[in-house]
């Protein structure tokens, strides 16, 4: 089979899928997924983007299960550790 050929039951097809975990796992997740974005110098409303666009599957679920607030609050709080410019986190 040619690499060019299309194959629609590709079984090596990438497919993204969630699973349930422990207590205090989905929090963890997104201040480590915030701390690392603050930490290549995104500022509060690159990072809050990555929570409103349902694009992004894993941080979608967090700011559809744990609210705005909560995810304004995080991403303000690791920018301030972090020392990255704050400014007013407007919703898309």
Not at 21 to 44: F, K, N, P
């Amino acid at each position: 089979m040619p690499k060019d050929e299309f194959v629609a039951e590709d079984p090596l097809e990438l497919v993204g899928m969630v699973l349930p975990g422990d207590a205090g796992q989905l929090e963890r997740m997104a201040e480590t997924i915030v701390e690392e974005y603050a930490r290549m110098g995104w500022d509060e409303q690159r990072l809050f983007t990555l929570f409103i666009h349902p694009l992004f599957m894993a941080t979608h679920r967090i700011y559809l299960q744990k609210g705005e607030a909560y995810v304004k609050d995080l991403i303000r709080h690791t920018c301030t550790r972090y020392r990255i410019p704050t400014a007013e986190v407007k919703h898309a």
